[in-house]
């Protein structure tokens, strides 16, 4: 089993010296836009959705791949920002050189995706789960460190949300945390069942996943994407499950009854839009 998402320390050194502005930009968002370490390449989200995902290659060049829909006739999509431009399937794959990185990726681009991603919006779902890693940002007790983790065991099944809770100091520890709408039919034994089996699963493969986000929290901290007062941090066990439930508090209340019957291991937590 391998998990990787982080860079080599190459490749740290390259990503801190090249995208200080964006790093920058992402952090002045506060939480719309997010800078996701994964194996030696980051991807750029906004509000959930993967804008571009960005992989240094050799001699100071970078590879952007962007989807059609997101970049297609936009004021990026112009040769004086990439010396290079492919099409394979949905994604357009860029050349930048390092004197482009900037330009390409200037505010005023970064904001046109960003609308062309809100045209295609994903729901109300991914909304909620943006809202969550927006909210919680620069917090102590609980880090939201990815999303959408996944590693070669588990392939194509991906994890929502994973969150680290701090215990003492810089202890923390794994907080598997599944994200539902308070309507969704899903909101039953197949959640927890789910969430279940992702808690064994990092359980199982504990050592690789320690030493996995140990550094993708020293990287994204050095890079300044924490605002962590530990350079480092050890995570421990145990790893715990939450699943996070979003409004639709009448629908909810009798499917979140039946899972902690069925259920009392697990962790509930319920947010509704009450006055």
Same mark, same amino acid.
């Given at each position: 089993?391998? =998990? ?11 990503? +801190?010296?090249?995208? +200080?502005?964006?790093?920058? $930009? ?6 719309? $836009?997010?800078? &996701? ?39 990026? /999509? ?5 010396? !290079? ?7 357009? !794959? ?13 505010? +005023? ?14 729901? %109300? ?6 809202? @969550? ?19 070669? =065991? ?5 994890? /929502?949300?994973? &969150? ?16 539902? @709408? ?43 994407? #924490? ?35 069925? $259920?009392?291991? #697990? %962790? ?8």
């Amino acid at each position: 089993m391998e =998990i990787k998402r982080y860079f080599s320390v190459n490749n740290l050194k390259r990503i +801190k010296k090249d995208f +200080k502005f964006l790093i920058k $930009f992402v952090n002045t968002s506060y939480g719309e $836009f997010d800078f &996701a370490i994964r194996n030696d390449y980051f991807n750029i989200y906004y509000k959930g959705n993967s804008l571009a995902k960005v992989e240094p290659k050799k001699n100071s060049l970078y590879k952007i791949s962007i989807n059609v829909k997101f970049f297609d006739k936009t004021k990026a /999509d112009n040769p004086k920002f990439y010396i !290079s431009k492919s099409v394979s399937g949905s994604y357009i !794959s860029l050349t930048l050189s390092t004197k482009q990185l900037h330009p390409f990726l200037q505010k +005023k681009h970064m904001t046109e995706f960003a609308s062309r991603i809100k045209t295609v919006h994903n729901g %109300e779902e991914i909304d909620f789960e943006q809202s @969550l890693i927006t909210d919680n940002l620069n917090k102590q007790n609980i880090i939201f460190i990815d999303r959408q983790v996944t590693d070669t =065991i588990l392939k194509r099944k991906r994890l /929502d949300l994973l &969150a680290l809770r701090q215990i003492k100091g810089n202890k923390y520890k794994f907080l598997v945390s599944e994200v539902k @709408l308070g309507n969704n039919t899903e909101l039953k034994n197949k959640v927890a069942t789910q969430l279940d089996f992702y808690v064994k699963h990092i359980k199982d493969n504990f050592v690789d996943y320690k030493k996995c986000y140990e550094l993708n929290f020293e990287q994204k901290n050095e890079l300044g994407l #924490l605002n962590s007062k530990s350079n480092k941090i050890e995570i421990i066990e145990p790893v715990e499950g939450i699943i996070l439930v979003g409004g639709y508090s009448g629908i909810a209340k009798s499917q979140i009854s039946e899972l902690k019957k069925s $259920f009392p291991h #697990l %962790e509930i937590m319920q947010f509704t839009n009450e006055i």
